[in-house]
């Protein structure tokens, strides 16, 4: 061999060298934004988006680089949140429940592209077509022609059973193509979880993602029950300040819906999650889900957008099972974000960057729990540094500003100027219907009427008569708002009542008939 070829080649090799041992050197070098930043800016996001407490964990190259709780589980008590300290996830549930089904799949239990109907008969949507070719895969994948948060009115917080969310589905009219845009449907995770008893025989989805996920993982603080989590020690109160000051909202009870969002867990147990999607399925040197049951998760499904975004290095967005997958300053990432009354989180993994992170809060009306998981990233993937809670509390402040005055003012001032209704409030009495919803009722209380509701306990609307044929309703739990109701009056007589709901339980309205 010529020498000159010979200098080449062992330089090349020398240069290689030199480049693996800096990259073997930039990647367990501690990350000075974790190391020097994490407190201080964690600590003055909180203050400036009022967030009582939070839990945040970073998981790199297999080991728990962070995991640490901030601020307090209660407003007014001392007692501190910490790594053990549980919330709810909401959402990101729906990942679990889309690698279980990954898991019979990779097993030949099910295939994630048979016909649902293969599992669930009786399972039928609105149009014979879309019911003849659903498949699993579509359940999750939010592209069955629905809007956004479409039925979740009639099934959120109510004594549904899943059967009947099921069941009910088929009476969800869609407004826009099967399998062409994308509409986050609840439902849809919910009638999936259905399959896991219908494809094993009976076994629960609570009880197959306790058996083969919790459990290997040693996520012993995790829990399926949203109704289990609040009777725990050691949990984060829930908080908003959506309707005005800061104040302590009920838990959510998701358990009728479990497979979408019923589930609670802390950043310790969720570090073992993350190492396990980091690890191509493996945990602790056991493989928990083979590698090509693991992939299908992160398969993507639905177009989110493939339109560049004006604030982060992304250009698409699409969803898979149960995860929203994009790129991320040319790394592919994955999240998915979780929110129920009084809580937000997201938990977001990078194979390509062995990175993997948790974000868990206690006030649902704010984005530093998104800013967070955007700074670490940036920090990690060789992005400059722009201060992502500032930019957010920017965007907020600005649309606060173009939206103009709190609407409830409004209605407040239509109210007070004490019109007198167009037919006597016993007019207005009766039993209303809606095909999805069910059936309430509308009683006459002193100058006021009342829509109880039975398929959602405890949950009432108070009517305050405004105008034309509008009453102001004002709903028992304020997560569902309040907004206008109107009646239609054909020949004196009340033909239907329409009920809105805060457009984050679900964006239109609902009619019932008076029968």
């Not at 990175?355 to 400059?384: C, H, K, M, W």
């Not at 304020?478 to 339980?505: H, T």
Request: net charge positive.
């Amino acid at each position: 061999m010529p020498s000159s070829t010979f200098l080449r080649i062992t330089t090349a090799a020398a240069l290689l060298l030199c480049a693996g041992t800096a990259a073997q050197a930039q990647t367990t070098a501690p990350n000075r934004f974790i190391a020097d930043s994490l407190d201080s800016y964690v600590q003055r996001g909180m203050r400036l988006w009022n967030i009582p407490g939070l839990a945040v964990v970073v998981v790199k190259d297999g080991q728990v680089v962070t995991q640490k709780g901030f601020g307090v589980r209660e407003v007014g008590k001392a007692a501190p949140v910490d790594a053990q300290t549980l919330f709810m996830i909401a959402s990101n549930t729906k990942l679990f429940t889309g690698t279980a089904l990954a898991k019979l799949d990779g097993e030949k239990k099910i295939s994630l592209d048979d016909r649902v109907t293969k599992y669930l008969p009786d399972f039928r949507l609105y149009d014979t077509i879309s019911t003849r070719l659903v498949t699993v895969r579509d359940l999750m994948s939010h592209h069955l022609g629905f809007k956004t948060f479409q039925g979740d009115f009639t099934f959120f917080k109510s004594n549904l059973e899943r059967a009947d969310i099921v069941r009910r589905m088929r009476l969800m009219q869609p407004t826009r193509e099967f399998r062409k845009d994308y509409g986050y449907c609840n439902a849809g995770f919910v009638t999936a979880g259905e399959i896991i008893p219908a494809a094993t025989g009976g076994t629960s989805w609570e009880s197959y993602v306790q058996q083969n996920l919790l459990q290997p993982l040693g996520m012993s603080r995790t829990f399926v029950s949203s109704v289990e989590f609040a009777k725990q020690p050691n949990i984060a109160a829930a908080y908003s300040n959506t309707f005005g000051p800061l104040a302590k909202v009920q838990f959510d009870n998701w358990d009728n819906m479990g497979p979408c969002a019923s589930m609670a867990s802390n950043v310790t147990d969720l570090a073992h999650w993350l190492r396990f999607q980091l690890d191509s399925g493996r945990y602790e040197g056991r493989q928990v889900l083979p590698w090509a049951a693991l992939r299908k998760t992160r398969d993507a499904n639905t177009i989110i957008t493939s339109r560049k975004s004006a604030t982060l290095p992304m250009h698409f967005v699409s969803y898979a099972l149960g995860t929203e997958t994009a790129d991320y300053n040319g790394r592919q990432i994955f999240w998915h974000t979780g929110g129920a009354s009084g809580q937000v989180s997201n938990v977001c993994f990078v194979p390509e960057a062995n990175l993997g992170l948790a974000v868990l809060t206690n006030n649902d009306n704010q984005s530093f729990f998104e800013a967070l998981r955007y700074q670490i990233l940036d920090s990690y993937l060789g992005v400059p540094y722009v201060d992502r809670s500032a930019q957010a509390l920017a965007r907020r402040r600005a649309g606060e500003l173009a939206a103009g005055p709190d609407p409830t003012l409004a209605l407040a001032a239509r109210v007070a100027k004490k019109t007198k209704a167009p037919l006597p409030l016993k007019a207005y009495v009766g039993e209303f219907e809606n095909p999805l919803f069910g059936r309430i009722q509308v009683t006459q209380k002193g100058k006021q009427l009342l829509v109880a509701i039975p398929n959602h306990p405890g949950l009432t609307a108070t009517l305050d008569y405004m105008d034309g044929q509008e009453f102001r309703a004002t709903y028992s739990d304020l997560v569902f708002g309040v907004l206008p109701a109107k009646f239609e009056i054909e020949n004196g007589q009340v033909k239907n009542l329409e009920l809105r709901v805060n457009d984050y339980v679900e964006q239109d309205p609902y009619v019932f008939v008076k029968r």
